[in-house]
């Protein structure tokens, strides 16, 4: 059974900074294409960043030059560096694996920037 556990998330001052990580398990996970989604309240789910299988890597133009995404296959694991961060950031980000029909999804962390 894939699992996937994020961590990471917390409270930080405007201007500050947080690393998300989504650790998967039960599943081959290099094959998959990876990416980090967030959810405000009251908005619909969006993609923050994504690399897939073969490491090609795209940006929300919201996030551009400030998040950092990456992934190490060999620990089954994919990274989000968010710096300068404001309160528009704030909501629950969620990580994401899909390959072909696949598609699965962490329980999300809470990431609150207070301004």
């Known amino acids: 059974q894939v699992q996937l556990v994020e961590s990471g998330g917390g409270l930080v001052q405007s201007g500050g900074s947080l690393r998300l990580s989504c650790a998967a398990s039960?599943?081959?996970?290099?094959?998959?294409?990876t990416g980090w989604y967030r959810q405000a309240p009251g908005k619909q789910r969006e993609l923050v960043a994504a690399?897939?299988?073969?490491?090609?890597?795209n940006y929300a133009d919201f996030v551009k030059g400030r998040f950092t995404i990456s992934r190490d296959n060999t620990k089954n694991t994919v990274d989000l560096q968010m710096d300068s961060l404001n309160a528009e950031d704030t909501a629950v980000y969620f990580c994401?694996?899909?390959?072909?029909?696949?598609?699965?999804w962490g329980q999300g962390t809470q990431v609150t920037v207070s301004s």
């Open positions: 690399i897939t299988s073969g490491g090609s890597i």
């Open positions: 994401n694996l899909k390959y072909r029909w696949y598609n699965y």
């Open positions: 039960g599943t081959i996970f290099s094959i998959y294409d």
